[in-house]
């Protein structure tokens, strides 16, 4: 078996296809931000996405997000959808969607805040995808609480017993304004039902800001 790692240029890009299209042409609109999840027992993977307008263009920025379904990786069929409204927020960001050891589906989101116009994340869970309920929607992390200027984009992953959540964080500094984003990685672990924090997000931005690292991990863990 080769092992060699093949490099992916516009080629090999050029013989895929797109598994939903934008709802307009121009700059501003595309579909992005996918998260996969494969389910074995159903042999199927599911696919987060966003769909994303042009500022002025109703619904704005992320108005949509779906999860779609497929069986073989070449049809995608739309299993459920959210809107911006149902949030009350400006945007919704990046998405992810996870079965745990319970058997319960969570999906993750992220969306600006109309509190304060920040970015937070929350999750829905439900035995099935197509009942994950809006109104059960629960918050998770927001940026006040942290002391951060913003906290989305998560993505979950597990190792062992343990589910690890990657996010992208907003850290505030000298010069934060409403027109500054400074972006980190944050990771963040966890399990069971409740994420709890064994440091302070204070200390783990000064060691951030001290070692210059891009990398922020911020240690938790489910008890």
């Not at 934008?22 to 700059?27: I, K, M, Q």
């Amino acid at each position: 078996m080769d092992n060699t790692p093949k490099q992916i240029g516009s080629e090999f890009l050029a013989a895929g296809h797109a598994i939903r299209e934008p709802v307009g042409a121009g700059s501003g609109y595309w579909v992005g931000c996918p998260g996969v999840f494969y389910e074995p027992d159903e042999k199927a993977h599911y696919l987060t996405y966003r769909i994303r307008r042009p500022r002025g263009v109703a619904p704005e920025r992320g108005g949509e997000v779906g999860i779609l379904r497929s069986t073989d990786l070449k049809t995608f069929e739309d299993v459920w959808k959210m809107t911006k409204d149902q949030v009350n927020s400006a945007s919704i960001e990046r998405s992810a969607l996870y079965r745990g050891a319970d058997g319960q589906w969570r999906y993750y989101t992220s969306f600006v805040d109309s509190a304060d116009g920040r970015w937070c994340v929350s999750f829905i869970k439900a035995g099935e995808v197509s009942k994950l309920n809006v109104a059960d929607m629960k918050r998770l992390f927001s940026a006040g609480d942290l002391q951060l200027e913003g906290v989305k984009d998560p993505w979950v992953f597990r190792v062992g017993n343990t589910y690890h959540m990657l996010l992208s964080v907003a850290v505030p500094t000298q010069t934060t304004s409403t027109g500054s984003q400074l972006l980190q990685l944050c990771s963040v672990s966890v399990g069971n039902n409740r994420w709890v924090r064994l440091v302070s997000p204070r200390d783990a931005i000064a060691a951030l800001n001290t070692d210059g690292s891009s990398i922020d991990t911020v240690m938790a863990a489910f008890t």
